[in-house]
């Protein structure tokens, strides 16, 4: 199937001259638009029956037949999104091949211009033809005219004289514009019947994984032929206020080919709009779900059970909306999950996990259920209240390959890459946000809160945030809350007597008892063998973390001062002391708890009060 012969009334052959200049570039863009009509009435379906149908249903329906109904809607919504997709990247080829073939077309236009200018001959098979002109020096005989065959490339002329008639020369140079016009043209037709053969769906629709996986190949086929005509004019080095300007001077028929092209790359800009994003990406989840239905690798697998989860959450609707303003597969995976509408509401906080946390069912099931217990309590003081979850970046993982685990958790590298992204989106926040000084809460748990503390530290603080809150932490970095940004009284501290991630040894102390327990084994080994290494590894640890103690400030711990501590000087809000890991067999529930109202009321309705603008509120907790 070539793009350019049914429009241009040729056949069989190679593309002439003559229908490259007659191609009816509007014609294709006319066929675009009924494609992108096509795509924008099935967004239009699948949109009334997500959030009408399926919503009134699910709220006023019970029993047997109820269930069928919805899932039978939920079939039909998952169709629409499908037709949605695929007519959308049809669209766009069609105007990104228009436009490549008017440059190319212009070009030879300017040619045949140029010949009939010089009263060139142009013939059928692109050759030049050029009359008598000039005169022999000897004879004064005019100079016999010719004809110039043309070369698409510059070392693809044979050696040869050059006929001395003054025309031969601007004869070749039309000669060769048109030969590369014309092979331009057929380099543009076959890529583009290539990628178009692609877009084609079974008889009879009903879409399944594997059709969900080759739409993902559709759509990443399409998003490489027009670069050109849409992907190179996203402001990717903008800020989120200069992305934001340049989302809302597009027309409608430009943001809607974005969306339907490339939902990835406008679902996870900071600076667009959050209903924007949050559509963009509930597109791009159901590509990236088909993409990781393909592989057989346990990453693949684990991310897609985690998009799988957060997919039927988004589908439940219910209140509060949710809204998904980042999802993507690369690293650990990422997704960014909004309880409320954060450009319209007063208050704004945004969560950033820590230790272990990946996309995966873990993640969709407590880290969400985290921003949502978070939005619902801050509701209570403020119903004007977005809540978001931010997994923009690779938390450190456990591994259990070995007893020491991952070391990444011992070093800032992921933390100080978060933090960058973290103040990237934060600014998008501020950008989007309707209201005249919203209220905006940065908000930290485990390594996550090293990630917020690096973020602050960096020139200009976190963008717009007026608060932060950090809760189970490590430490931050920082020697004092004055170095956040927002000032000491603005800076809240949650940390549980039993948690001891808020009690980890400062890293003299750690490579101490290091030290001690190598040497304790090592003497232990030689007068007692595998019991005697044991007995005396842990006797020079406990030697050794004393030794080191001595010369350690109280306050320090492994990132820096203690933020539950009075050396910092941030205000540290009262939450449950939790159970003792060892004694109380609690494990980490100590660490857990913070964001839960069922377990730890008090500190889930501080951090309401927080969110909500009242930290003036906040029951307090001696330093330590």
Not at 144 to 158: I, M, N
Not at 235 to 240: L, R, S
Not at 367 to 373: F, G, N, P, V, Y
Not at 403 to 417: K, L, P, R
Request: aromatic share 6%.
């Amino acid at each position: 199937m070539s793009p350019l012969r049914p429009v241009s009334g040729g056949g069989g052959g190679g593309l002439t001259w003559a229908q490259l200049r007659d191609v009816r570039c509007a014609e294709l863009e006319d066929a675009a638009d009924g494609w992108g009509r096509a795509s924008n009435r099935a967004d239009a379906a699948r949109d009334w029956i997500d959030r009408q149908l399926l919503a009134g249903l699910t709220a006023t329906q019970e029993g047997e037949a109820a269930r069928a109904a919805v899932g039978r809607l939920r079939a039909l919504g998952r169709n629409l999104s499908y037709i949605y997709t695929e007519c959308g990247l049809v669209r766009t080829t069609l105007n990104s091949l228009a436009q490549d073939l008017r440059g190319t077309q212009r070009r030879l236009r300017d040619a045949l211009d140029e010949a009939a200018g010089l009263k060139l001959t142009v013939r059928a098979d692109g050759s030049v033809s050029y009359p008598e002109a000039g005169e022999d020096p000897l004879t004064k005989e005019k100079l016999r005219g010719g004809t110039a065959t043309g070369h698409a490339y510059l070392h693809s002329a044979p050696p040869g004289l050059t006929s001395p008639n003054p025309l031969a020369a601007k004869a070749q140079a039309v000669a060769d514009r048109i030969a590369r016009a014309l092979s331009e043209a057929a380099e543009i037709d076959a890529r583009y019947a290539g990628t178009l053969r692609r877009l084609t769906a079974q008889e009879g629709l009903h879409v399944t994984d594997a059709m969900w996986t080759d739409a993902n190949a559709d759509a990443a086929a399409v998003r490489a032929l027009t670069a050109d005509y849409l992907r190179d004019a996203i402001p990717h080095d903008a800020t989120p206020a200069q992305r934001l300007a340049w989302w809302q001077g597009l027309t409608a028929e430009q943001r809607e080919e974005y969306l339907a092209v490339h939902p990835d790359l406008i679902g996870n800009l900071d600076g667009i709009p959050a209903p924007v994003r949050d559509a963009a990406n509930r597109d791009n989840l159901a590509l990236l779900m088909g993409k990781l239905a393909g592989a057989e690798d346990d990453r693949s697998r684990t991310m897609l059970a985690g998009l799988r989860s957060i997919d039927e959450q988004l589908r439940a609707g219910g209140h509060p909306p949710m809204f998904l303003l980042g999802v993507g597969d690369e690293g650990n995976g990422r997704a960014i999950v909004s309880y409320g509408n954060p450009d319209t509401a007063r208050n704004v906080s945004a969560y950033v996990p820590g230790l272990g946390t990946g996309l995966d069912e873990a993640f969709a099931e407590n880290d969400l259920k985290r921003a949502r217990d978070t939005l619902l309590g801050a509701a209570e003081y403020d119903a004007s209240t977005a809540s978001i979850v931010w997994l923009g970046y690779d938390a450190p993982q456990l591994s259990t390959d070995d007893i020491t685990g991952n070391t990444d958790v011992m070093f800032t590298e992921n933390a100080e890459a978060g933090a960058s992204a973290y103040g990237d989106f934060m600014a998008g926040i501020a950008a989007t946000n309707e209201n005249d000084d919203p209220h905006l809460t940065a908000m930290g748990h485990s390594y996550g809160s090293l990630t917020v503390g690096q973020a602050a530290q960096r020139e200009g603080g976190i963008p717009g945030v007026d608060d932060i809150v950090l809760v189970g932490s490590p430490g931050t970095g920082a020697d004092s809350a004055d170095d956040l940004g927002v000032g000491r009284a603005h800076v809240y501290v949650g940390a549980a007597e039993n948690d001891p991630v808020t009690r980890t040894p400062a890293k003299g102390e750690a490579q101490g008892m290091g030290m001690g327990a190598l040497g304790g084994a090592s003497v232990g080994a030689a007068l007692g063998g595998p019991v005697g290494a044991a007995v005396g590894g842990a006797g020079g640890a406990t030697m050794a973390y004393f030794a080191q103690d001595a010369q350690t400030e109280e306050s320090e711990i492994w990132f820096g001062t203690d933020p539950a501590h009075e050396d910092f000087g941030a205000r540290r809000f009262r939450v449950d002391e939790g159970r003792r890991p060892v004694m109380d067999l609690g494990g980490v529930d100590a660490h857990s708890n913070y964001f839960d109202p069922d377990k730890d009321e008090e500190s889930a309705d501080n951090i309401a009060l927080i969110v909500a603008g009242q930290g003036g509120l906040v029951t307090g907790q001696d330093r330590r």
